[in-house]
């Protein structure tokens, strides 16, 4: 059993910066990652951190959004950086334990103003 724990949302202002934070309590996960749900669309995949260091991004955050993770701290973070008002969605932090086992988030939610 995995909690996540996520910290980091809030406004900002187009061009600006946040940093997401989600800390696994429990079994430390293979995977983990960040996906964000904007309100009428469907969940996607933001970026994603295995607990070797190999990253997947989505095209859309390339360039600005930074993964990390601290595997001592079981801790992933999410540098979003040139911030856009299409960014402005909740986001939820993931965890994938062994082959199946997948855990969410409560969601932080991040809004972008112009």
């Known amino acids: 059993q995995v909690q996540l724990a996520e910290s980091g949302g809030g406004l900002v202002q187009a061009g600006g910066s946040l940093r997401l934070s989600c800390v696994a309590s429990g079994s430390i996960p293979r995977l983990m990652g960040w996906y964000r749900q904007a309100p009428g669309k469907q969940r996607e995949l933001v970026a994603r951190?295995?607990?070797?260091?190999?990253?997947n991004y989505a095209d859309f955050v390339k360039g600005r959004f930074t993964i990390s993770r601290d595997n001592a701290k079981n801790t992933v973070y999410l540098q979003m950086n040139s911030l856009k008002p299409e960014d402005t969605a909740v986001y939820y932090c993931n965890a994938l334990v062994g082959v199946v086992s997948t855990y969410w988030g409560q969601g932080t939610q991040v809004t972008v103003s112009s």
């Open positions: 951190i295995s607990s070797s260091g190999s990253i």
